[in-house]
């Protein structure tokens, strides 16, 4: 697929299994990858677990540049929306490069 010149690619579904980091280490220089944020954890995750969750993303998507955040699948209509508002102000955070380590978590409230 790669190979057929495409520019991204949004398909890193972390409900199949996949795995950003071995996709960005196979195709990250050739690739923009876009999403793999577990949209389990906006439905069921406690604040914890949304900032773990964004934290694991960039870590693994963003080094090197060519990392778009995206959950990896369509938000449900079970998706809390208190966790939905978490996870875009922990990526409010983290999301210019070049990318830096160190961010504490949002605390759980309106933003």
């Avoid at 495409?6 to 923009?32: N, P, S, T």
């Avoid at 699948?73 to 999301?95: I, Q």
């Amino acid at each position: 697929m790669v190979d057929t010149g495409i520019d991204a690619y949004q398909g890193i579904d972390a409900l199949a299994g996949m795995r950003l980091d071995y996709v960005k280490e196979k195709f990250g220089d050739r690739l923009c990858l876009i999403g793999n944020f577990n949209p389990r954890i906006l439905e069921y995750g406690g604040a914890e677990d949304v900032f773990r969750e964004v934290i694991r993303c960039f870590h693994q998507g963003a080094p090197g540049g060519g990392y778009v955040f995206s959950t990896s699948a369509n938000a449900s209509v079970n998706t809390n929306a208190d966790n939905f508002l978490l996870m875009l102000g922990n990526v409010r955070k983290l999301r210019r490069y070049p990318y830096r380590h160190g961010f504490r978590l949002i605390a759980k409230k309106r933003l």
